[in-house]
T-cell receptor
Framework: NAGVTQTPKFQVLKTGQSMTLQCAQDMNHEYMSWYRQDPGMGLRLIHYSVGAGITDQGEVPNGYNVSRSTTEDFPLRLLSAAPSQTSVYFC??????????????FGPGTRLTVT | AQKITQTQPGMFVQEKEAVTLDCTYDTSDPSYGLFWYKQPSSGEMIFLIYQGSYDQQNATEGRYSLNFQKARKSANLVISASQLGDSAMYFCAMRASGGFKTIFGAGTRLFVKA
């Protein structure tokens, strides 16, 4: 049971390049989400999904796309990278069913630098 | 709109002493859950403790307890008998029951001194 995995761990992009951050979970969780973590701002929700084929926007969705074709995978796409997207990105998953607390399980994070 | 506020950017505590990390929240939902996560310098996010808004008793998990004051909308984390390994960033978070979005506070960095 690997939990939530993310690749790559580190990435450097030039402004304007595109890339996909990969996220996978093997816990059969319905709910998956992407956060970015910037100094002094905690974690901010980018996009989330409540099941295969269903996605929605979080607090800071601009510049990012997601899709959810399977329960296991939830990739995050940067369409045209900007320096403002330099951040640490976390993928998380959780169950929707009881019992509480339905805590989120986080991946190890991807540190992205855009120059 | 929901909001989480952590007003202590950094805290120092002596090893073996107790420390309280503050968290206040704002929501109009009558049913919600409050979470605390720990992020060590290695970067992973570790779930510590959960409090449901209708739970009658304060949550406890080992050395962690959550001081839940519903009328004041506060959910402070208390760490008893601090250890050097408790040095980390701590995040308070909230999600409305049945909701999909979990929002996080800005975090408090805790330093435990030997």
């Amino acid at each position: 049971n690997a939990g939530v995995t993310q690749t790559p761990k580190f990435q450097v992009l030039k402004t304007g390049q595109s890339m996909t951050l990969q996220c996978a979970q093997d816990m059969n969780h319905e709910y998956m989400s992407w956060y970015r973590q910037d100094p002094g701002m905690g974690l901010r929700l980018i996009h989330y999904s409540v099941g295969a084929g269903i996605t929605d926007q979080g607090e800071v969705p601009n510049g990012y796309n997601v899709s959810r074709s399977t329960t296991e995978d939830f990739p995050l796409r940067l369409l045209s990278a900007a320096p403002s997207q330099t951040s640490v990105y976390f993928c998380a998953s959780r169950s929707e069913g009881p019992p509480a607390p339905y805590e989120q399980y986080f991946g190890p994070g991807t540190r992205l630098t855009v120059t | 709109a929901q909001k989480i506020t952590q007003t202590q950017p950094g805290m120092f505590v002596q090893e073996k002493e107790a420390v309280t990390l503050d968290c206040t929240y704002d929501t109009s939902d009558p049913s919600y859950g409050l979470f605390w996560y720990k992020q060590p310098s290695s970067g992973e996010m570790i779930f510590l403790i959960y409090q449901g808004s209708y739970d009658q008793q304060n949550a406890t998990e080992g050395r962690y307890s959550l001081n839940f004051q519903k009328a004041r909308k506060s959910a402070n984390l208390v760490i008893s008998a601090s250890q050097l390994g408790d040095s980390a960033m701590y995040f308070c978070a909230m999600r409305a029951s049945g909701g999909f979005k979990t929002i996080f506070g800005a975090g408090t960095r805790l330093f435990v001194k030997a």
